[in-house]
């Protein structure tokens, strides 16, 4: 089952973001990611939070289409957006994609976002528009579908990746390790329309961001 999960903020169009609602099984949200998600003309079916920056309006519909509705504790440990995540895991899903959650101006958010899911037990990304972001632990061989001329970006999440082999990007890595104080992996190019990313060990974070056509 292919999970799709609004976070606050903007959506942006794009790429990524259609994939991935064209694509979903169900579509929740995380508090005022159902309002971000209308926005956009989707109405989730389930929404989890503490409920302290849904619009009453917008919840107001949603209780007309039938949408479920988890209501937390504002005390509690956990962001809306992992407590949805961990919902959709506890629920079966077996692909997982975050809409937002990756921009604005939140920091404090955007960094727990990406922490947040390190373990999980399944695929989980995050995408906005044109930019599409996931973690991989090593020992790793991952693809990266897209455009030439599309950006990639290669974050250490750990101190360190180790034996890092990059093919058709326009900045080759040959058996280099990537530091986590460093912003060696930063904006590079694919050259051709798939590349690759090899590494022995280390956690590292994608993000691919697609140019327009």
């Known amino acids: 089952m292919r999970a799709i999960i609004f976070t606050g903020g903007t959506v942006r169009q794009g790429k990524f973001t259609q994939q991935a609602i064209a694509g979903a099984d169900i579509i929740m949200a995380a508090d005022s990611g159902a309002r971000a998600a209308m926005d956009v003309g989707v109405f989730p079916s389930l929404v989890i939070g503490d409920f302290d920056s849904l619009d009453r309006g917008s919840k107001a519909v949603l209780e007309k289409k039938g949408c479920q509705f988890i209501v937390h504790s504002s005390a509690k440990d956990q962001t809306d957006t992992e407590l949805a995540v961990r919902y959709a895991i506890d629920h079966q899903a077996s692909h997982l994609t975050i809409i937002g959650g990756i921009e604005g101006d939140r920091l404090d958010h955007i960094l727990a976002n990406v922490f947040s899911v390190m373990d999980a037990e399944i695929p989980i990304k995050f995408v906005n528009g044109p930019v599409e972001a996931?973690?991989?632990?090593?020992?790793?061989?991952?693809?990266?579908?897209?455009?030439?001329?599309?950006?990639?970006?290669?974050?250490?999440?750990?101190?360190?990746v180790t034996k890092v082999e990059t093919s058709h990007l326009r900045y080759t890595l040959r058996g280099e390790t990537l530091y986590q104080q460093q912003a060696r992996g930063i904006s590079n190019v694919l050259t051709q329309p798939q590349a690759s990313v090899a590494f022995a060990s280390g956690t590292l974070l994608f993000v691919h961001t697609a140019v327009s056509r």
């Open 134 to 160: 996931w973690i991989a632990k090593g020992p790793a061989n991952v693809s990266v579908d897209g455009n030439s001329s599309d950006q990639l970006s290669l974050i250490p999440l750990t101190s360190e």
